[in-house]
């Protein structure tokens, strides 16, 4: 059974960091594309990040600058390094993997910006 299982959320102050991470239990972690997504109180879900199996990455227009992805294939693992956070990125995030018709989703972690 595929499981992804997100980690690393909790509350940070506005102007602080925080990093994320996504465990795969998937085969072939490296062929899978990885996204960040999030889901704010009342709103829908957004993507945030991307990375492809060869690497590039993607970014939603108001965390450019800010957020950071990454992937180690070694470890099935992908990262989602947060800096400079606001009380906008306030949002429950979720590890999403996909290839071809495969699709797959973490159960989401909280992350609260706040004094």
């Known amino acids: 059974q595929v499981q992804l299982v997100e980690s690393g959320g909790g509350l940070v102050q506005p102007g602080g960091s925080l990093r994320l991470s996504c465990a795969a239990s998937l085969s072939l972690f490296s062929m899978y594309n990885m996204r960040w997504y999030r889901q704010a109180p009342g709103k829908q879900r957004e993507l945030v990040a991307a990375?492809?199996?060869?690497?590039?990455?993607n970014y939603a227009d108001p965390v450019k600058g800010r957020f950071t992805i990454s992937r180690d294939n070694a470890k099935n693992t992908v990262y989602l390094q947060m800096n400079s956070v606001k009380s906008e990125d306030t949002a429950v995030y979720y590890c999403?993997?996909?290839?071809?018709?495969?699709?797959?989703w973490g159960k989401g972690t909280l992350v609260t910006v706040s004094s």
């Open positions: 990375i492809s199996s060869g690497g590039s990455t």
């Open positions: 999403n993997a996909g290839v071809l018709s495969r699709d797959y």
